[in-house]
């Protein structure tokens, strides 16, 4: 078993940026894509950004412009820059990974705990 830890979320004004990151905690092979999701309460998880392990991105619409997903695959981390955050945006944010334990292990996915992203109007 491996965890995920977030790190980043905070209260912000509107207009301003935030980068969360995430990052394995305990040693693993390697990891395939990465994700952030988010999920305000009452409503379905949301797939907010997804990276390859090539760099390939992809955004759901309502960031797309404002929110960049990055990883870094030495430090097994994924980062999501936050611009021009709004208050909708106000949630929790959730990191996924498709994680290899070891190098004869099958992809699992693995989720953390979530950080709370704040924005006031």
């Known amino acids: 078993q491996v965890q995920l830890v977030e790190s980043g979320g905070r209260l912000v004004q509107a207009g301003g940026s935030l980068r969360l990151s995430c990052a394995p905690a305990?040693?693993?092979?390697?990891?395939?894509?990465m994700r952030w999701y988010r999920q305000a309460p009452g409503k379905q998880r949301e797939l907010v950004a997804d990276?390859?392990?090539?760099?390939?991105?992809s955004y759901t619409d309502s960031v797309k412009g404002r929110f960049t997903i990055s990883r870094d695959n030495a430090k097994n981390t994924v980062y999501l820059q936050m611009n021009s955050l709004k208050p909708e945006d106000t949630t929790v944010y959730y990191c996924?990974?498709?994680?290899?334990?070891?190098?004869?292990?099958?992809?699992?996915?693995?989720w953390g705990q979530g950080t709370q992203v704040t924005v006031s109007s």
């Open positions: 990276i390859s392990r090539d760099g390939i991105t």
């Open positions: 305990g040693s693993i092979f390697s990891i395939n894509y």
């Open positions: 996924n990974a498709d994680v290899k334990l070891r190098a004869t292990s099958s992809l699992f996915m693995y």
